[in-house]
């Protein structure tokens, strides 16, 4: 993705909001004249859902410049009249402020006529919807499959924001809240975080994780990735 062009097109045709720790940047109880896409400046939001008891469930975490919350739009967009799933309702969900987010608002009318005229915010948009659809599938597999550590790593570079020469996952982030995103236990997620910091991978300061290490963690997540898939291949028995 074209990042400058992207931004250069939000800050053009969109409106700069800001939002703190666990506002909404999307509520779908607030009504609006009409849909918005959001391009994510600062920070790192998280789609979610609620229960009718107000727990929350986090789907997905998006870290900076980030095109987010189009789905809606796509779908108004793309309804062809024999898609019997044009009728079926989008479930609700929010985007949720984990830290403090910078943001730019753009109107269902300006993005989809973008879509239909700039090449580049295409493609931009076509890759923000692969990498959620391949991020959820992802998430959803390798909770089941892939070794904890590797889990704890792909949640560590998912939530990477950069902060001058730094890559620091924000202090936000409870291990519990990390936790039941990945399906573990907190003392899990503490003792990998923990082997993590004696491989001088990661550190701890005030502000939350650094990332000493990136091509490292990459590196992790790559050949846990392999193992899965090694043990995934099952040869056909020919009887």
Excluded at 18 to 40: G, M, W
Excluded at 117 to 146: C, G, M, P, R, W
Aim: charged fraction near 25%; charge should be positive.
């Amino acid at each position: 993705m074209d990042e400058k062009a992207i931004r250069e097109l939000f800050l053009a045709y969109g409106t700069r909001q800001e939002k703190k720790k666990h506002q909404f940047i999307y509520d779908p109880t607030v009504s609006r004249s009409c849909s918005e896409a959001y391009y994510l400046e600062r920070g790192v939001a998280a789609l979610t859902s609620i229960n009718e008891n107000g727990e929350e469930t986090v789907f997905l975490y998006f870290n900076e410049r980030r095109i987010i919350g189009f789905a809606e739009i796509l779908a108004n967009k793309y309804r062809f009249p024999h898609r019997i799933n044009q009728f079926l309702p989008i479930s609700p969900f929010w985007l949720t402020a984990k830290t403090g987010c910078i943001y730019y608002t753009m109107k269902e009318p300006v993005f989809s006529r973008l879509l239909d005229e700039n090449v580049i915010f295409t493609n931009a948009v076509l890759e923000a919807t692969s990498l959620n659809y391949l991020e959820i599938i992802n998430k959803v597999q390798h909770t089941q499959d892939v070794d904890k550590e590797t889990l704890f790593c792909e949640w560590l570079l998912s939530c990477r924001i950069r902060r001058g020469s730094l890559i620091i996952v924000p202090k936000v982030f409870t291990f519990t809240e990390v936790a039941k995103y990945l399906g573990m236990h907190p003392v899990t997620v503490s003792r990998i975080a923990g082997n993590l910091k004696n491989q001088g991978l990661i550190r701890r300061t005030e502000d939350g994780l650094v990332i000493m290490d990136e091509l490292r963690l990459m590196e992790i997540v790559s050949q846990g990735r392999n193992r899965q898939d090694q043990q995934n291949v099952h040869p056909v028995s020919h009887r």
